[in-house]
């Protein structure tokens, strides 16, 4: 298997991002969500990996950390999934977002994610349900996230962020690493701001 790839951003569409590595361009899907936090053509970014291999055909699907990958692999498990739907899953909703939500059988999360039907979404929640127990750890970083995102002031400075054209994503990602109970909306921002390098 290959574990993960470094190379500089040669392209980047929808749901593709094409790595050129000494020279050679690997074409790996991914999610959105991972589409908008590794950074713009010509950067240098590292995606954990993994390659689907068929008779016919070899595809690699990258991962901006190992807990999205984790959380694909564990996607494959269920009967019916398989690495093109576990992608499109994961851009429908983030990796967090979806353990969190089998962690506590919330079928909510996924109404909304294209292609993924009520049979498919019943099977999720049913059939991970422990397999995601047993990353105890990351289902409680999870918690803490959700619980975060209902703050009222977290919800106004991601917005600002958002607005100074910082990707959705990438916004949650630090203001949930710089977030403390204490923090007002400008605080927060700062901070995030700092994180940024602004």
Same mark, same amino acid.
């Given at each position: 298997?290959?574990?993960?790839?470094?190379?500089?951003?040669? =392209? /980047?569409? @929808?749901?593709?991002? +094409?790595?050129?590595? $000494?020279? #050679? *361009?690997?074409?790996?899907?991914?999610?959105?969500?991972?589409? =908008?936090?590794?950074?713009?053509?010509?950067?240098? #970014? %590292?995606?954990?990996?993994?390659?689907? +291999?068929?008779?016919?055909?070899?595809?690699?699907?990258?991962? /901006?950390?190992?807990?999205?990958?984790?959380?694909?692999? &564990?996607?494959?498990?269920?009967?019916?999934? *398989?690495?093109?739907?576990?992608?499109?899953?994961?851009?429908?909703?983030?990796?967090?977002?979806?353990?969190?939500?089998?962690?506590?059988?919330?079928? $909510?999360?996924? &109404?909304? +994610?294209? *292609?993924?039907? %009520? /049979?498919?979404?019943?099977?999720?929640? !049913?059939?991970?349900?422990? /397999?995601?127990?047993? @990353?105890?750890?990351?289902?409680?970083?999870?918690?803490?996230?959700?619980?975060?995102?209902? $703050?009222?002031?977290?919800?106004?400075? !991601? $917005? #600002?962020?958002?607005?100074?054209?910082?990707?959705?994503?990438?916004?949650? =990602?630090?203001?949930? &690493?710089?977030?403390?109970?204490?923090? =007002?909306?400008?605080? !927060?921002?700062?901070?995030?701001?700092?994180? !940024? *390098?602004?």
């Amino acid at each position: 298997m290959i574990n993960f790839i470094r190379g500089i951003i040669a =392209d /980047k569409s @929808l749901g593709i991002v +094409v790595l050129d590595v $000494n020279g #050679v *361009g690997f074409e790996i899907y991914v999610s959105t969500f991972t589409a =908008d936090t590794i950074g713009e053509i010509g950067e240098q #970014v %590292t995606l954990q990996t993994y390659l689907h +291999v068929r008779e016919d055909e070899m595809t690699l699907y990258g991962f /901006k950390d190992r807990f999205e990958r984790e959380v694909f692999m &564990k996607l494959l498990m269920v009967n019916g999934v *398989g690495p093109k739907m576990a992608i499109n899953i994961l851009s429908g909703v983030s990796a967090q977002d979806l353990s969190f939500a089998i962690a506590t059988q919330n079928a $909510n999360v996924l &109404k909304g +994610v294209k *292609g993924v039907g %009520t /049979k498919i979404r019943d099977r999720i929640l !049913l059939e991970l349900k422990e /397999k995601i127990d047993a @990353l105890t750890h990351l289902a409680e970083v999870n918690m803490t996230a959700c619980e975060i995102n209902e $703050n009222e002031n977290f919800a106004q400075a !991601l $917005n #600002v962020l958002i607005d100074w054209g910082v990707p959705r994503a990438q916004a949650q =990602d630090i203001l949930t &690493k710089v977030y403390e109970t204490s923090d =007002d909306m400008e605080s !927060l921002i700062a901070k995030a701001f700092r994180e !940024l *390098g602004r």
